[in-house]
C-alpha cells in the first residue's frame, strides 16, 4: 500500500509575520494583472494577437469551441424532399428519461415508409440533455448537434418546440413575452441560427 | 400412454402426441412459429428444433410423435445452434421494419432472437422485395416482406372459420402469403388471424400506428359483447394522452379460456368497444343544470321516498350479478318497485361457434336473480305502467327506451311519471328525456361478475378508473340506499357478492378467488339456463 | 472672511466632489483590477450613446439603479436608527477628508495664500480619529437597529474590530508625531519634504518603517476590506448591512470605498510625503547632484496635487490588490493579531523612535 | 437568514454575577453563501463559539431512489449524474459496475481503463470543486476563480468525451457510450499542465499564507476513531490518517494495475483534508496519464476492405430497401455525438452481450438483427433484465466510498436502487466537528466537507 | 477472512440468530432474526476475526411486490405466453428473497421489509452483509447507534424512507423529508407521484 | 409605475432601464447542480460580470434578480417563497435550469414542479443543467426584458409583499 503523509509546511518565522506570503501571493496576482494589462493592451495596438489577454469568451460576440460531440438543441434530419427521416417508432420518446418527447405518428402515403410523424414535440423545459434519444434511434433522424444555445425563453410555451422549429433550425419563433411581443436575436449572426453545424466543425479543435 | 424424459424430466403423455405439448405440460417453452395448439401441425418453420437421443439429427418438437423411453433435450449448444440457423434462415429475407412495425415489441422474431438467436449477422446479399401494406380486409392488413409463411393464418381460415381465404403463391424465396383473387378476408373472425401472426406480417387496421404495444398495459376481462362470455385481455394507455386519440381503450385481445373461447375472438366483440371513451356521459345532468352526485342522490331519494311503490325499475343484463342484486335489494325488496331485466330487445346475429344471439352479457346472471326469463316483470310492463300514469318513478339503467318501445312511447312515459332517472355510460335519448342523468361506469371501470350462457361465472377485471365523473352503478346503488336510509354493511364488489352468493343458492361457495381469471360452472347444476 | 469662506467653501466642495467621484471610478477599478487578476474581462456591456468605454458607466448604472430601488425597512427594525445609519457612515468618512492636504499652498495674487486642506486643525490627527472613530457609529448602529441576528453579529464585529485596530492604528501614529513634532498634517507634509543627509526624503516610510506597516494593516482593518472583511463576511454572516437595501445599502458601500480612500489619503500623508515629491521645494526641483529646476507657483501646486493624487490611488490600487489575494481572518486571530501582534510593535515602535530620537536629540 | 429565529426561542440563563446571558440561536441556512447545496445548520452561539449545532439536510431530497426503480437500468444513469453533480463520472461508474456485477459480466479492458480516466479526471474537477469553495468562502476569490478555470479546462476533457460538461450520462451498462476520441492524450496533456500551473499558484496563494493555514489547521479536527465510527471514507478519513481508499482496498477497473500513491493526513484537521485534496488531485493527473500509456489501443477496423464511411442516412435507406450488400461491412457515419460508438470502436468499450448493450449503429441502421436487438433492449418491460438477486458495489467516490446496493427481481427496471453517499456520513458528523469551534470555522469545516446536495440528499 | 469463512463465523456464534446464509456474486450475507441483531452486530464488531469498524451502509429494502411487477400486454401476443426474453440466465442463482421462509417454513407475505447492513473491516479489508427481515406490523428493530455513531443519520432515513422503528434511537426524527410529510415515499405503495406540498401553488 | 407619454418621462424610463439592466445584483439560489454552471458562469471563462451582473448579493434585501438555480424540493419551496417576498421591488426571477423551469425528470413526490408554481418567473433558461453560453442568453434576455418593461412602463405591480417578521 503506497501511502503518502501529506507534509503540512513548517512555517518559517518570516512567513509567520504574514508579509513574505502576502508579498508571493500579491506577485501572483500583480503577474496576472500586469500581464492581462499588457496584453490587453497590445491588443489594443494591434500587436501579439495571438496570445489571449483573458480566457474569457465574450458571449455572443465571440463563441466558445463547441467539442463535435457536445449535446445541444435536437433536430430531425431531412430526407432529400424535406420531409422529416423520422417514422414515428416511438423509441426515443420511449427511452426519453424526462419524458419530454411526444410524437404522434401517421400513415405516410409510399408505403416503403409507411409511417411518419404528424407531430413531434421536444419541450426544452424539461429535456435533460442526456442525448438517449439520438443514441437509440434507428434512422438516424434525431440528432442534437445544432449548437444552438440561446434558448432562454419568457414563458414554459416558448420552450416548447414543434416538428417545424426540430425540422428547421433556422426557424425561430419569436420569444414571446406575457403581453410583450419582440423577435429576439442574435445580434452576432444576424437572427440566423448560432453556430450552425459547419460553423461547429470549423471551431472545434 | 408412452414415458418419455424431457431435459432430464420424465413424464408419461397420451398416445399421439406430440413432444411440443409433453414438453408444455412440464412447462418447458419450445419455441415455435407455425406451431398452435389450436390449429393442425404443420411443421414447417423448424424453428422448434431438438435433440432427441439415438437420432442422427435434430427433430422439430411440433411434428415428432412420442415415443416409449424417448430423451429429449430442448436445451443445449446443438440444438441452439440448429435453432440460431433456422432463424437466420428466417430473418434472411426480413425487412428492416421494427420502426413502422406495429408488431415489435410483441414479435417473436425480437423474442427468439434476444433469447437463443445472438449471433452476428452474416448476410450480405439484396433483400427480396414485396407488397407492403396490402389491405385484405375491414380489419386486417397484409406485409408481405415480413411473412415467415408458417400458415398459421392459412391453417385458420381453413380449419377455423372454413372460409379458406389465404393461400401461399410462389415458390423459393419468391414465396409470398396472399389471399385468392377477388376474395376479402372480411369473415366474422377475420382479426384472429393477426393475433395468431407470429411476426408483424397481419397486423389491424383498427390498430394501426395507434400506439406502441410496449406502451399498453393489459387487464384480463370478459368480452360483453354477447353472452358468450369470451375471455380477452384489454389494453389500454392511460398516461399518453396524445396517442391512439386520447382514448383509453386501444385493442382487445382474446385469451385463451378452454371452457369458453378457447384462443379466439369474434371481430363483433373486438370491435365493438368503441363506447368506453366515445360520447360518454361525464356529469350528472339534474333537471335544470348540471348537478353533484350528492345533491342528485338526495334529491332522487327523496323523490323515490314520496313515490311509496310506484316505481319501475327497468335494470339490464349489461349490470354485473353484483348491481343486480343490488339493485333487487334496493329496489325490489326495499322500495317494493317494479324490477326488471328483462326487455324485448332484437335477438342479434348468430353463429354456432362464439357468436350468440343474446347481445347482453348477464342475461343467465340477470334470470338467476329472478330478473329476467320466466315469471320475472317484463320491462314493456313497466312502460306501459308508466305511460298509463300508475307509476310515479321509473329508473332506467343504460337501455335506449325510444330504441326499445318507439320514440313516442318513450317521451309519453318520460311526460307521465314524475321522476325519470337514467343512470348509463353514453348519450342516447332516453338520457335527453330523463330528470336525472347518472353517469355510469362502463364495465372495465368496474369490478364484477358475469354469468355466461353457458352458466359461467366470469369475473370482470378492473382496468382503469371511471371516466370523468363516472361512477360504478354499484356505488350509486350503495350510496342511494345511503340515502334512502337503508344502507348496506357493504363497501365493494367482494362483499356484494360474498352477499349474493348467501342469498342465491345458485351462486353459493363461490368467491373471487375462486373464480379467478378462467371463472367457474355455476354452483347447481338447475342453474344453467 | 467672506474671501474665505467662499474659498473653503470652494475647496470643501471640489473635495467632496472629487471623492465621491473618486470613489466611484473605486468600484469600477475595482471590477476592472479584479478582472484581470483573475483573467476575465470585467464588466464592460453598459454603453451610453454606443460608447462602453471599457464598461465605467456600469458605476452609474449601480448608481442610478439604487436610488430607484424600494427601502425596505424590516418590520422588526428601529425606523430611525436604521435609516440614520449608512448617514453616519458616509459623513464620517468624508468630513475626514476635511483635514488632508491634498497639495501646497496656491498663491493667487490678490488674494491670500490658500493652503489646499479644507480644514487647516491644528490637531489634526486628533480629529481625524475621533471622526474614524465616530464611523463605527453607523455600523454598531446598522447591526442593531436592523434587528437581525446577522447583523447585529456584523456590527459587533466591526465594533470590536475597529476598536482594537484604532488602538494599534493611533500608536503607531504616535511615532510619527513625534518624528514630525506635529499634529498638524500640513505641518507633517511640509516636514517630510526634508531631506536627510542631503539626499533621502524625510518621509514617513523612511522615517518610521515600522510604524508604516503597522498603520497600513491596522488601517485596512479599519476600512474593513479583505482579509480584514469579518463584519460583512460574505460567505459567512452576510454582514451588518444584511437588511439595507436600494441607496441605504449603496450608502455603506459608498463609505467603504470612502474609507479605503481615507486611508490612502492618510497613508499618503503620513508616510510617503503627501504632496511632496522628492527634491521638489516651492521654487523648483534642487536635486542632490545639484541640478537646478525652477518651476511656477500653478505647477508646483499642480505637481504636488497630481503626486498627492498618484500616491492615494497607488494605495487604493495596492489595497485592493489585497483584497483580492488573501483570505479572510478569523475573528480571534484578527484580535490576536491586533493586541498581540500590532499593538506591541506599534509599541515598542514607539519607545524605540523615543530612544533614538533622544539618543540623536543628544547627538545632534 | 431568513428565518431567523425571534429572540423568545434564546433562552436566557442568569449568571453567577447576576448578569443575564442569552445563547444565540443562529440559523445558518438553508439559503446562505456558504452552504453551497442547502442545508440548515441551527447553531447555538456562546459569543462567537459554537456550542450546540443541530444539522438539518434533506433540502435537496429528489427521490432518487424512488425515481431508480421507475425507469430502465441505463434510465438510471441521468439520475446518477445528478447525485455527485461534481463528478458525475464516478457515479456513472460505480452505478453501471454494480449492475455488471448482477449481471455477472464484466467488460473490456480498454473500456475499464476508459473508466478510470474519466474517474480520475471527474475526481480532480471534484476535488478542484471542494478546494475553491473553501477558499471562496474564506475570502480569497481569486483562488476560487483560477480552480475554475482548471475546472474548465477539465470540464472541455469531459465535453469532449462525454458531450456533455457536467451532467454526462457517459458509462452505460456493459460499456461506455463512445470511445475515447483518437487524440485525446494530447489536450489531456494540455489540459493537465493548466491544472498543474493553477495547482501551483493556489498553493502559494495558500498553502504557505498564514492567514489560510490559521484558519484551517486545528479546526473541524476529527479523530481516526471517530471518522470511521461516523462510517466516513475518502479523503476525509485519510486526513485522519486512517489509509482507506476503495482503489488500493478492493481494487475494481483497472486501479490495481496502475501505480498511485494515496495520501493520508496525520491529524484529521482542515488542513490536512486540503493538503490530501491537493494531493490527490496530482495523484490523479498521475494516474490518468499512467492508464492513457497503458491502454490497449482502441479501434479495430472490422473489413479492411469494404470498411468504407457510409452516411447513417443512406445506410438506413439502403437497409430499408433491402439493399444489404451495398454497405455491408461499411461503417456508418452517425451525428457526431454517436462518434466513438460504431462498430469498430465496440468491441474495445462494449461488452459482448448482446442483451445488454445496444448493437453498434452500423447494426442497428444496417440489418435486422441489430435493428430488432435495438428495439429489445429499448422497448419498456423488455430492456436489460438481471436475474434475480442483491449486490453492493463500491467505488472510490470523490468524497469516499460511493456504494450502489441494487436489488433486482428480474424485471427490467431495479427493485431498489440505494446510495451509499459518502458525504451523508460525513454531514452526521458535521455536528460532532463544529462543537466548541468558532462559527467561522464552521466555513472550512463545511467547506472541506465538500458536502454535495444530489448526493447527500438524493 | 474468506466470504464463508465469516458466514461460519456469524453462524456457528448465533446458532439460533441466523436464518440463512448466502454468498451472492462475491458478497457474504448472513439474514439474522430481529432479535439477535444487535448482538449479531456487536459480535461482528468486536470479534477480532471480523472487527468491522465500518458500518458503510444501512438501508432498508420493500419486498412488497418483488417479482409481481404488473403484467405487460405484450406478455400474450400470438396465442402462446412468451415472456420477454432479454433476461440475462444465472450460472449461480440468488437463494432470496424466499431464503427466509424457507427455513422458518413462513409466506414471505408474512414479512415485508428487510434491513440491510453493509459492514466493512479496514484491518481485514472484507466486507459482511446482514440483513433483518421484519413483518409489516411490527417493522421495529434494535438501533446501534450505540456501535457506530453513523448508524445515527442512517437509521432515520429508514425510519424516514420506510417507516422501519429503531428502537432506542437517540433523536428519531425525519431527516430527508419534512416533519408534516405523512407516509414513507420508499414503500411500494406510496405512489410515486403523491406530492403533498408545504405552500400550494401560485393562486 | 404611472406611465406618461412625455418625451422626459420616457427618457427617464429609459434611463432607468437602462440602469437597472446594467446592474444586476444577483441573489443566487443555487440548490443543486445546476450551481456547477452557474459558477462557471460566473468564472473567467465566461465571466458573468461582463453584463454587470458580477456582483451576487446574499441578502434578498440588496439584490435584484433571483437567481432560482436548481431543484426545488417542496421541502424548500417556503424559504424560496420568503426570499422571494424579501425582496426589494423591482425584482425580478430566473429559472435556471429545467428543474426550476418544469420540474424536469424528477417528477415525484419531492420535487416543485417548476418554481412558477409558486412565484412569478420572468426568464426561463431551460438545460440541464444550462450551458454558461445559455445562461448569459437567458441574462440578456433578461436585459431586453428589463429595459422594455420600463420604456413601455409595463413592470407589472406584484402583490403586496407580506409583513415578515425576521
Known amino acids: 500500500m503506497a501511502t503518502k503523509v501529506v507534509r503540512r509546511p513548517e512555517l518559517t518565522f518570516w512567513e509567520k509575520l504574514y508579509l513574505p506570503q502576502i508579498y508571493c501571493g500579491l506577485k501572483i496576482t500583480f503577474r496576472h494583472f500586469f500581464k492581462n494589462l499588457g496584453l490587453h493592451i497590445a491588443h489594443r495596438l494591434g500587436r501579439l494577437k495571438h496570445l489571449r489577454a483573458s480566457i474569457t469568451y465574450q458571449y455572443p460576440e465571440e463563441l466558445r469551441p463547441l467539442m463535435s460531440r457536445y449535446r445541444s438543441r435536437h433536430r430531425l434530419t431531412l430526407r432529400d424532399d424535406k420531409t422529416p427521416r423520422c417514422v414515428g417508432c416511438m423509441l426515443c420518446e420511449t427511452v426519453c428519461p424526462a419524458k419530454c418527447i411526444t410524437i404522434v405518428p401517421g400513415e405516410h402515403p409510399d408505403p416503403h415508409v409507411e409511417k411518419y410523424p404528424i407531430r413531434f414535440d421536444i419541450d426544452l423545459g424539461i429535456c435533460v440533455y442526456c442525448g438517449y434519444c439520438v443514441e437509440v434511434c434507428p434512422e438516424d433522424a434525431i440528432r442534437m448537434d445544432t449548437g444552438i444555445l440561446d434558448l432562454a425563453a419568457y414563458s414554459r410555451e416558448a420552450m416548447r418546440l414543434d416538428i417545424h422549429e426540430l425540422m428547421d433550425p433556422e426557424l425561430r419563433k419569436p420569444v414571446n413575452d406575457c403581453s410583450l411581443t419582440f423577435p429576439h436575436t442574435c445580434k452576432v449572426h444576424g437572427g440566423d441560427m448560432k453556430g450552425s453545424w459547419d460553423g461547429i466543425a470549423k471551431t472545434a479543435d | 400412454m408412452p414415458k418419455l424424459t424431457i431435459d432430464g424430466r420424465e413424464i408419461e403423455v397420451a398416445q399421439g402426441s406430440t413432444v411440443i405439448q409433453a414438453a408444455e405440460q412440464l412447462g418447458i417453452f419450445v419455441p415455435r412459429y407455425c406451431y398452435h395448439s389450436g390449429l393442425s401441425i404443420a411443421g414447417n418453420c423448424r424453428i422448434c428444433l431438438i435433440e432427441v437421443e439415438k437420432f442422427p439429427k435434430l427433430q422439430i418438437a411440433c411434428n415428432t410423435p412420442v415415443g416409449e423411453g424417448m430423451v429429449v433435450h430442448t436445451k443445449g449448444d446443438n440444438v441452439e445452434d440448429g435453432r440460431r440457423a433456422v432463424l437466420e434462415f428466417l430473418l434472411a429475407n426480413h425487412p428492416l421494419d421494427c420502426p413502422v412495425c406495429d408488431q415489435s415489441g410483441e414479435c417473436d422474431l425480437q423474442n427468439f432472437y434476444l433469447n437463443f438467436g445472438l449471433y452476428d449477422p452474416r448476410f450480405r446479399e439484396h433483400k427480396v422485395k414485396k407488397n407492403k401494406a396490402v389491405e385484405l380486409g375491414p380489419h386486417v392488413m397484409l406485409d408481405q416482406e415480413r411473412c415467415i409463411l408458417c400458415s398459421r393464418c392459412v391453417r385458420f381460415t381453413d380449419e377455423i372459420t372454413k372460409t379458406g381465404e389465404f393461400g401461399i403463391f410462389n415458390r423459393g424465396d419468391k414465396a409470398e402469403l396472399g389471399i385468392y383473387p377477388d376474395d376479402v378476408l372480411d369473415n366474422a373472425y377475420s382479426a384472429n388471424v393477426v393475433d395468431i401472426c407470429p411476426v408483424g406480417a397481419l397486423t389491424e387496421r383498427d390498430f394501426r400506428f395507434k400506439a406502441r404495444v410496449w406502451y399498453l398495459s393489459s387487464t384480463p376481462t370478459v368480452c360483453n359483447g354477447c353472452s358468450k362470455g369470451c375471455n380477452i385481455d384489454m389494453h389500454y394507455v392511460l398516461d399518453r394522452p396524445h396517442l391512439n386519440d386520447g382514448a383509453r381503450m386501444v385493442r382487445v385481445k382474446p385469451r385463451y379460456n378452454a371452457n369458453v373461447n378457447e384462443w379466439w375472438l369474434c371481430d363483433e366483440g373486438r370491435y365493438g368497444l368503441g363506447w368506453i371513451d366515445k360520447d360518454r356521459l361525464t356529469s350528472v345532468r339534474g333537471p335544470s343544470a348540471d348537478a353533484t352526485w350528492d345533491d342528485a342522490l338526495s334529491s332522487i331519494s327523496i323523490a323515490l321516498k314520496q313515490s311509496g311503490a310506484r316505481i319501475g325499475v327497468i335494470a339490464s343484463a349489461q349490470l354485473t350479478n353484483e348491481e343486480l342484486f343490488l339493485v333487487r335489494q334496493v329496489f325490489g325488496k326495499g322500495l317494493g318497485a317494479q324490477v326488471s331485466a328483462a326487455v324485448p330487445e332484437q335477438p342479434g346475429t348468430s353463429d354456432d361457434f362464439l357468436i350468440k344471439a343474446d347481445k347482453n352479457p348477464n342475461t343467465a346472471g340477470a334470470t338467476l336473480m329472478g330478473l329476467a326469463g320466466d315469471g320475472a316483470s317484463d320491462a314493456s310492463q313497466i312502460v306501459d305502467d308508466a305511460c298509463a300514469g300508475k307509476l310515479d318513478a321509473l329508473w332506467v339503467f343504460g337501455h335506449d327506451l325510444a330504441a326499445l318501445f318507439g320514440e313516442e312511447k318513450a317521451r309519453q312515459a318520460a311526460d307521465k311519471v314524475s321522476l325519470l332517472v337514467y343512470s348509463g355510460t353514453n348519450e342516447n335519448p332516453t338520457a335527453a328525456l330523463a330528470h336525472w342523468v347518472l353517469p355510469s361506469a362502463a364495465y372495465v371501470e368496474k369490478d364484477g361478475t358475469f354469468v355466461s350462457c353457458d352458466g359461467h361465472v366470469q369475473r370482470i377485471g378492473f382496468a382503469f378508473a371511471p371516466l370523468a365523473d363516472s361512477r360504478e352503478d354499484w356505488r350509486l346503488l350503495l350510496q342511494l340506499a345511503e340515502k334512502l336510509e337503508q344502507p348496506f354493511e357493504l363497501r365493494a364488489p367482494q362483499d356484494i357478492f360474498k352477499a349474493l352468493t348467501e342469498a342465491e343458492a345458485a351462486f353459493a361457495g363461490l368467491t373471487y378467488a375462486t373464480i379467478g381469471t378462467h371463472g367457474v360452472g355455476l354452483a347447481t347444476e338447475a342453474a344453467a339456463p | ?364 | 437568514m431568513e428565518t431567523t429565529p425571534k429572540p423568545e426561542t434564546m433562552t436566557a440563563e442568569v449568571h453567577a454575577s447576576g448578569l443575564e446571558t442569552r445563547d444565540m440561536l443562529l440559523n445558518i441556512g438553508p439559503a446562505h453563501p456558504a452552504m453551497h447545496g442547502i442545508i440548515r445548520i441551527v447553531a447555538k452561539l456562546d459569543g462567537e463559539q459554537i456550542e450546540e449545532a443541530d444539522v438539518e439536510i434533506g433540502y435537496l431530497h429528489r427521490g432518487f431512489e424512488k425515481m431508480a426503480e421507475q425507469v430502465d437500468y441505463n434510465g438510471v444513469m441521468p439520475y446518477t449524474d445528478r447525485l455527485n453533480y461534481v463528478s458525475p463520472l464516478i457515479n456513472n461508474v460505480g452505478y453501471c459496475m454494480a449492475v455488471e456485477k448482477m449481471l455477472g459480466i464484466t467488460v473490456p479492458e480498454r473500456c475499464q481503463y476508459v473508466r478510470v480516466i474519466v474517474s480520475e479526471i471527474s475526481r480532480i474537477t471534484d476535488h478542484l470543486t471542494c478546494v475553491g469553495a473553501t477558499a471562496m468562502e474564506l475570502g480569497a476569490f481569486t483562488v476560487f476563480l483560477y480552480m475554475i478555470k482548471a475546472r474548465e479546462f477539465l470540464w472541455e476533457l469531459v465535453e469532449k468525451v462525454t458531450g456533455a460538461r457536467l451532467t454526462v450520462s457517459y458509462c452505460r451498462v456493459g460499456g461506455v457510450k463512445g470511445d475515447l476520441p483518437d487524440d485525446f492524450a494530447e489536450p489531456c496533456k494540455k489540459a493537465f499542465a493548466e491544472t498543474r500551473k493553477v495547482l501551483e499558484e493556489s498553493d502559494q496563494l495558500l498553502t504557505r499564507n498564514r492567514i489560510f493555514t490559521d484558519r484551517m489547521a486545528g479546526t473541524g479536527v476529527i479523530s481516526a476513531e471517530d471518522a470511521i465510527s461516523y462510517g466516513i471514507t475518502g479523503p476525509f478519513l485519510r486526513a485522519t490518517g486512517a489509509d482507506f481508499d476503495v482503489r488500493k482496498d478492493s481494487p475494481y477497473a483497472v486501479y490495481d494495475r496502475l501505480d498511485f500513491d494515496v495520501p493520508v493526513g496525520t491529524t484529521g484537521d482542515n488542513m490536512d483534508r486540503y493538503l490530501v485534496r491537493m494531493e490527490e488531485m496530482q495523484q490523479s493527473m498521475k494516474i490518468v496519464e499512467q492508464a492513457l500509456r497503458d491502454m490497449p489501443p482502441g479501434p479495430v477496423l472490422v473489413n479492411p476492405e469494404t470498411g468504407r464511411e457510409i452516411p447513417a442516412a443512406e445506410m438506413v435507406d439502403l437497409a430499408k430497401m433491402g439493399d444489404i450488400n451495398a454497405f455491408s461491412g461499411g461503417c456508418a457515419v452517425a451525428g457526431p455525438t454517436l462518434e466513438g460508438s460504431g462498430r469498430a470502436h465496440q468491441p474495445s468499450i462494449a461488452t459482448d452481450e448482446k442483451r445488454v448493450f445496444l448493437p453498434a449503429k452500423e447494426d442497428a441502421y444496417g440489418n435486422i438483427e441489430g435493428l430488432m436487438n435495438q428495439f429489445k433492449l429499448v422497448m419498456f418491460g423488455h430492456g436489460i433484465r438481471p436475474p434475480n438477486g442483491e449486490v453492493y458495489f463500491p467505488v472510490e467516490g470523490a468524497n469516499g466510498e460511493l456504494g450502489f446496493y441494487v436489488v433486482s427481481d428480474g424485471a427490467a427496471h431495479a427493485y431498489r436502487v440505494r446510495v451509499r453517499p459518502p458525504c451523508f456520513a460525513i454531514m452526521s458528523a458535521l455536528e460532532h466537528m463544529l462543537t466548541g469551534d468558532m462559527i467561522a470555522d464552521m466555513i472550512p469545516t463545511f467547506g472541506s466537507v465538500n458536502m454535495i446536495g444530489g448526493e447527500l440528499d438524493r | 477472512m474468506n466470504n464463508s469463512g465469516m458466514i461460519e463465523a456469524v453462524s456457528a456464534k448465533f446458532a439460533d440468530g441466523v436464518l440463512a446464509s448466502h454468498v451472492f456474486r462475491g458478497d457474504a450475507t448472513v439474514v439474522v432474526r430481529r432479535e439477535s441483531l444487535f448482538d449479531v452486530a456487536r459480535f461482528v464488531k468486536d470479534d477480532p476475526a471480523l472487527s468491522m469498524n465500518f458500518l458503510m451502509d444501512l438501508s432498508a429494502v420493500d419486498y412488497s411486490t418483488f417479482g409481481k411487477g404488473p403484467t405487460p400486454a405484450f406478455f400474450a401476443s400470438s396465442g402462446v405466453a412468451v415472456k420477454p426474453s432479454t433476461q440475462i440466465p444465472d450460472e449461480d442463482p440468488w437463494p432470496g428473497p424466499g431464503y427466509v421462509s424457507e427455513k422458518r417454513g413462513a409466506d414471505p407475505e408474512e414479512w415485508r421489509f428487510t434491513v440491510v447492513y453493509h459492514f466493512y473491516s479496514t484491518t481485514h479489508k472484507h466486507r459482511l452483509r446482514l440483513v433483518v427481515p421484519l413483518t409489516e406490523d411490527d417493522a421495529e428493530v434494535d438501533t446501534v447507534t450505540s456501535l457506530w455513531a453513523g448508524a445515527n443519520w442512517l437509521e432515520r432515513e429508514a425510519w424516514d424512507m420506510f417507516g422501519i422503528v429503531f428502537r432506542g434511537h437517540p433523536d428519531p426524527r425525519r431527516i430527508l423529508l419534512y416533519a408534516e410529510f405523512e407516509g414513507h415515499p420508499l414503500r411500494k405503495d406510496y405512489p410515486v407521484n403523491k406530492r403533498q406540498p408545504l405552500i400550494g401553488p401560485l393562486n | 409605475m404611472a406611465h406618461e407619454n412625455s418625451f422626459l418621462t420616457s427618457k427617464l424610463n429609459d434611463a432607468i432601464g437602462w440602469a437597472r439592466k446594467y446592474s444586476i445584483f444577483q441573489y443566487p439560489f443555487v440548490t443543486a447542480c445546476c450551481g456547477m454552471e452557474y459558477m462557471a458562469a460566473a468564472c473567467s471563462h465566461y465571466d458573468v460580470d461582463r453584463f454587470g451582473a458580477g456582483l451576487p448579493r446574499f441578502s434578498p434585501r440588496q439584490a435584484d434578480v433571483l437567481f432560482v438555480v436548481g431543484t426545488i424540493s417542496h421541502k424548500i419551496a417556503p424559504v424560496l417563497r420568503t426570499i422571494y417576498d424579501q425582496m426589494a421591488e423591482p425584482k425580478w426571477v430566473v429559472a435556471f435550469g429545467v428543474c426550476t423551469c418544469t420540474g424536469g425528470f424528477f417528477d415525484n413526490y419531492a420535487t416543485v414542479m417548476g418554481i412558477d408554481t409558486i412565484l412569478p418567473v420572468d426568464t426561463y433558461i431551460p438545460g440541464c443543467p444550462p450551458r454558461p453560453e445559455m445562461v448569459l442568453d437567458g441574462l440578456m434576455k433578461l436585459q431586453d426584458k428589463i429595459q422594455l418593461q420600463h420604456s413601455t412602463g409595463q413592470h407589472p405591480t406584484r402583490d403586496p409583499r407580506p409583513d415578515f417578521d425576521v
Not at chain 3, 219 to 239: H, M, N, V, W
Not at chain 3, 342 to 360: G, R
Request: charged share 15%; proline share 4%; aromatic share 14%.
Open chain 3, 1 to 364: 472672511m467672506t474671501e474665505l469662506l467662499i474659498t473653503k467653501v470652494i475647496l470643501a466642495g471640489f473635495v467632496v466632489f472629487a471623492v465621491l467621484n473618486l470613489a466611484g471610478l473605486h468600484t469600477w477599478v475595482e471590477r476592472k483590477q479584479s478582472a484581470l487578476i483573475q483573467d476575465r474581462i470585467g464588466a464592460n456591456r453598459a454603453s451610453i450613446f454606443g460608447f462602453r468605454l471599457f464598461g465605467i458607466f456600469h458605476g452609474i448604472a449601480d448608481a442610478l439603479k439604487m436610488f430607484t430601488k424600494e427601502d425596505v425597512i424590516p418590520a422588526g427594525a428601529n425606523k430611525t436608527l436604521h435609516t440614520v445609519a449608512p448617514f453616519f457612515s458616509v459623513l464620517f468618512s468624508l468630513v475626514v477628508f476635511a483635514a488632508i492636504p491634498f497639495g501646497p499652498t496656491l498663491l493667487i495674487p490678490g488674494l491670500e495664500p490658500i493652503h489646499l486642506q479644507v480644514a487647516k486643525i491644528d490637531a489634526a490627527v486628533l480629529y481625524i480619529f475621533a471622526m474614524l472613530s465616530l464611523g463605527v457609529y453607523g455600523v454598531i448602529i446598522a447591526g442593531f437597529a436592523s434587528r437581525n441576528n446577522y447583523a447585529l453579529m456584523g456590527g459587533l464585529r466591526a465594533t470590536a474590530q475597529m476598536i482594537s485596530y484604532e488602538v494599534a492604528l493611533g500608536i503607531a501614529i504616535i511615532g510619527v508625531i513625534m518624528v514630525y513634532g506635529t499634529m498638524d498634517l500640513g505641518e507633517i507634509v511640509d516636514r517630510q519634504g526634508h531631506l536627510i543627509g542631503g539626499w533621502l526624503p524625510m518621509w514617513g516610510i523612511v522615517t518610521q518603517p515600522i510604524a508604516f506597516i503597522v498603520f497600513t494593516t491596522a488601517a485596512l482593518a479599519e476600512t474593513k476590506r479583505a482579509p480584514f472583511d469579518l463584519p460583512e463576511g460574505e460567505s459567512e454572516i452576510i454582514g451588518y448591512f444584511v437588511e439595507y437595501s436600494g441607496m441605504k445599502f449603496g450608502m455603506f458601500f459608498l463609505a467603504d470605498f470612502l474609507e479605503t480612500i481615507v486611508v490612502a489619503t492618510l497613508a499618503t500623508t503620513l508616510f510617503f510625503g503627501g504632496w511632496q515629491i522628492p527634491y521638489m521645494a516651492a521654487d523648483g526641483f534642487h536635486f542632490p547632484w545639484g541640478w537646478d529646476i525652477p518651476i511656477d507657483n500653478w505647477l508646483y501646486v499642480l505637481l504636488g496635487f497630481l503626486s498627492f493624487s498618484a500616491k492615494t490611488l497607488a494605495f487604493c490600487f495596492v489595497f485592493m490588490q489585497i483584497r483580492w489575494t488573501l483570505p479572510r481572518f478569523r475573528y480571534d486571530q484578527l484580535m490576536d493579531l491586533g493586541w498581540k501582534g500590532l499593538f506591541p510593535i506599534a509599541v515598542v515602535n514607539v519607545v524605540v523612535t523615543a530612544i533614538i530620537m533622544t539618543v540623536m536629540g543628544k547627538v545632534g
